[in-house]
């Protein structure tokens, strides 16, 4: 974009990724204060309310880079409490102090919503903006929804033909009045993923091998939702693909994650000593540019707008390639996958937050009625 514009960067959040969402914003406030936007930092505390981060605190963070990684480098939760209100000019958002509605803090054209997990990625705050009639970054709340419920999107992406690990799905009450747990997974061979339907972050996530507790492992997955996801393990390459756009989305390079244990996990994504990530990963041709093939149908057939990464499975021995999820606002720390594949197609990462600012104002134009 050439125009600078009064961005909002919503980020923090009651979900259990509230710590990577502070971590991904302040990157992402970053890059938009960099590309010469105005940037109003709003954190949602684990309560749910809304604070109005300082201007000094925010440009202090801004301007300090952390030696940490990514989970030690992140925007602070703090400042007035605030509400969001319709603006005065048509298409913007007031931030009004929550104690005096008429006391206007601050005027958005554009919200950047950099919530992960339930309550941020999942439809709720794109249904909030939309009320609202706002522009905002990325997927709308359909999309949202289907992105963030793994046995929704798996329904999405089987009936567009893309394919999928084997897998089946249950919720608690199923699970609480089965007599034989096994029955419930019969037919998917060990090892197996058992994982909350809407969570990110590898949050609640078990690998269950030969001999491991089926039990523990749901139990664990229960903590967070109450529907439950169990995938049959494929022995392969763990890659990852970034889109970006609207009307025609884009493909970036493929990246690739290697790391100890058989798994990416919380741990090893946030507090991990070494990068596990591999960029571009060392694929044959065909199979780079099968996989950003997929990677936009799959985009397409949720419904995405502005973004998502799609994370893959491949089997080299049988050559068979799986999406395992999309994640429709994935980790925009430094040391993310999302903005290094970008980086690696020539798009650094201030562009690309450029580019989502920029597609959030042709959707909202493109909506019934225009942009009024």
């Known amino acids: 974009m050439r125009t600078a514009v009064r961005i909002g960067v919503l980020f923090g959040g009651p979900s259990a990724e509230h710590e990577v969402s502070c971590a991904s914003a302040l990157g992402v406030a970053r890059a938009l204060v960099e590309r010469g936007h105005q940037v109003v930092a709003l954190g949602i505390t684990r309560e749910g309310g809304m604070r109005l981060v300082p201007e000094p605190v925010l440009a202090e963070r801004c301007a300090h880079v952390g030696a940490g990684r990514a989970i030690d480098d992140r925007l602070p939760v703090t400042g007035p409490a605030v509400e969001l209100r319709t603006g005065e000019r048509a298409g913007t958002v007031a931030v009004t102090a929550a104690d005096a509605p008429g006391a206007v803090q601050a005027e958005l054209d554009v919200v950047f919503p950099v919530l992960h997990g339930p309550y941020g990625e999942d439809g709720v705050v794109q249904g909030l903006l939309e009320s609202l009639r706002v522009p905002y970054v990325g997927c709308g709340i359909l999309a949202s929804a289907v ?47 058992v994982k909350p339907a809407r969570m990110g972050s590898s949050i609640g996530i078990s690998r269950v ?30 890659l990852e693909c970034g889109v970006l756009g609207g ?17 990416f996990d919380y741990r090893q994504k946030y507090f991990g000593d070494a990068d596990p990530m591999i960029v571009p990963a060392p694929l044959p041709d065909e199979v780079t540019e099968r996989i950003r093939e997929l ?51 020539g798009v650094d990462y201030p562009e690309v937050v450029d580019r989502l600012v920029a597609l959030a104002f042709t959707r909202h134009a493109a909506r019934p009625g225009g942009a009024a």
């Open 147 to 193: 992105g963030m419920d793994k046995v929704a999107m798996k329904r999405a992406l089987r009936a567009e033909g893309v394919p999928t690990t084997p897998h089946v799905w249950f919720d608690a009450p199923t699970w609480r009045a089965a007599e034989d747990p096994e029955k419930l997974v019969v037919g998917l061979r060990r090892p197996l993923f």
């Open 209 to 238: 091998a030969e001999g491991d507790d089926l039990t523990a492992a749901v139990e664990e997955a229960l903590r967070h939702d109450h529907v439950v996801l169990v995938e049959q393990g494929v022995t392969g390459r763990e």
């Open 247 to 263: 009307w025609h989305p884009e493909a970036s390079a493929v990246g690739e994650v290697r790391v100890a244990g058989g798994w």
């Open 295 to 345: 990677s936009v149908r799959a985009f397409t057939a949720i419904g995405g707008w502005g973004l998502a990464r799609v994370d893959f499975l491949y089997d080299e021995t049988s050559g068979d390639l799986f999406v395992n999820e999309l994640n429709t606002l994935p980790g925009f720390t430094a040391h993310s996958m999302y903005p290094k594949v970008w980086a690696e197609s």
